[in-house]
């Protein structure tokens, strides 16, 4: 009998785990994540390129980004 019940929670564990394999293999939706880490990277870049030119006289880069980046917003709506 104990050997019935090891055998059935062995076969019970080798699916669960051939089912969660078989899930991670797939590559739908991949597409969305490649996107919003691109676009989370970008958002970290124009950040730091606005920082650091905060430090700069008059703010040049800082001011001209942040009037483009409103432009754009505004020509969406």
């Known amino acids: 009998m104990?050997?019935?019940v090891m055998g059935?929670?062995?076969a019970g564990i080798h699916r669960a785990l051939?089912?969660?394999r078989e899930r991670?293999?797939?590559t739908?939706?991949?597409?969305t994540v490649e996107y919003v880490a691109l676009m989370l990277l970008v958002a970290a870049l124009l950040a730091g390129?606005?920082?650091?030119?905060k430090g700069m006289k008059d703010g040049g880069i800082a001011?001209?980004?942040a009037a483009?980046?409103?432009e754009a917003i505004d020509g969406v709506k």
């Open 24 to 26: 991670l293999a797939r």
């Open 68 to 70: 483009k980046v409103k």
């Open 8 to 10: 059935l929670a062995h």
């Open 18 to 20: 051939h089912a969660t």
């Open 2 to 4: 104990g050997y019935r």
């Open 28 to 31: 739908e939706g991949q597409g």
């Open 49 to 53: 390129v606005v920082t650091a030119a």
């Open 63 to 65: 001011n001209t980004v």
